[in-house]
């Protein structure tokens, strides 16, 4: 093989993006608490492609200069195909799908999975489909990746996290009730609260705790009853109070105060935590958008936020 050129015969497959190399065939895919309620497709640099394909130490890459410019070439010509076809499989997936799918269900998106090859379906109501191709079969539900003998919830990570985070940011801080650390805020914290859940109240009891380790708590409304309930017209007198922080924890310790009303975001907290799938409180928000549904010790939460 050194010193010799060589030529893409073919695509065998364009669904496995496979490459011919004069009789040679190679695959160029890498990769692979407590609370209330309820194939990454890689074009790598040219010597590093060519020496997977060659079966070659990178030792060797000086000995084949032409070999790997050559073969780097003809893989960049091949790549336009391969994602026109990347392209033309989403667009047939996504006719398909629609016409099979419930009245009153519709696709919101589909987009390809780079490090597991899936096309992943997100569905109008939030629930997700993943296919490998427009060849008729789907499967509902979330997609795992196994990483360092752990098994991580790639839909998830890649996609409601992201999402979650973005929704947080989002949100003017006048409208959380917030407490910060008087010196150094080491991690944010948001949580999803309401002042008649037990473990809210709990986890309240040690707010100060959390404030001494470096964490800024940000609470948004969730009256797990509804917002027609009377926890919500509780939350709703807290944030229209004129000291909120005494007015939240004056209700966490089971306390009444003065019945207030203002223009207030409890209902739109509350949509938004139903839109996030959240059932319970506390739930608890990274600034990554990772979610820790129930209640923790401050300490515990300090490592879950990495301080």
């Given amino acids: ?3 010799e050129f060589f030529k893409v015969n073919k695509i065998n497959d364009l669904r496995e993006q496979t490459v011919e190399v004069e009789g040679y065939t190679q695959n160029i895919i890498q990769g692979a608490g407590k609370g209330c309620g ?5 074009m790598k640099s040219p010597s590093v492609v060519s020496s997977y394909i060659m079966g070659e130490p990178l030792s060797n890459r000086t000995q084949n200069v032409r070999t790997l410019s050559t ?9 336009p195909a391969l994602q026109s076809h990347a392209a033309s499989q989403s667009e047939l997936l996504s006719e398909r799908v629609a ?3 419930p009245e009153g269900l519709s696709i919101k998106s589909i987009s390809r999975d780079a490090e597991s090859g ?8 939030d629930s997700f489909l993943y296919a490998i191709n ?17 098994l991580i ?11 979650r985070a973005s929704s947080i940011q989002a949100i003017d801080t006048r409208d959380m009730i917030v407490f910060a650390p008087k010196t150094e805020t080491k991690a944010q914290l948001t949580v999803f609260t309401d002042v008649d859940c037990g473990y809210c109240r709990k986890l309240h009891r040690e707010i100060d705790q959390l404030n001494d380790l470096g964490i800024e708590v940000r609470y948004l409304a969730f009256p797990r009853a509804g917002p027609d309930s009377e926890s919500a017209r509780k939350m709703t007198s807290a944030w229209c109070a004129d000291d909120r922080q005494k007015a939240i924890t004056r209700l966490k310790l089971g306390q009444s105060i003065r019945s207030r009303q203002c223009r207030n975001p409890i209902v739109s907290q509350y949509n938004l935590g139903r839109d996030m799938g959240i059932t ?8 990554d958008g990772a979610t820790l549904p129930g209640y923790l010790k401050p300490e515990k939460i300090a490592r879950w936020l990495g301080i």
Avoid at 134 to 150: I, K, N, P, S, T
Avoid at 153 to 163: D, G, I, W, Y
């Fill in 99 to 101: 016409a099979v799918l």
């Fill in 153 to 163: 919830n790639l839909t998830e990570q890649k996609s409601r996290a992201p999402r």
């Fill in 280 to 287: 319970g409180t506390p739930t608890l928000i990274s600034s």
């Fill in 1 to 3: 093989m050194p010193g």
């Fill in 71 to 79: 073969l780097a070439l003809l893989l960049t010509l091949a790549l």
């Fill in 38 to 42: 309820s194939q990454r497709v890689t």
């Fill in 118 to 125: 899936f096309y992943q379906i997100e569905l109008s109501n």
């Fill in 134 to 150: 427009a060849d008729g079969y789907l499967v509902h539900g979330e997609l795992f990746g196994m990483q360092a003998g752990r």
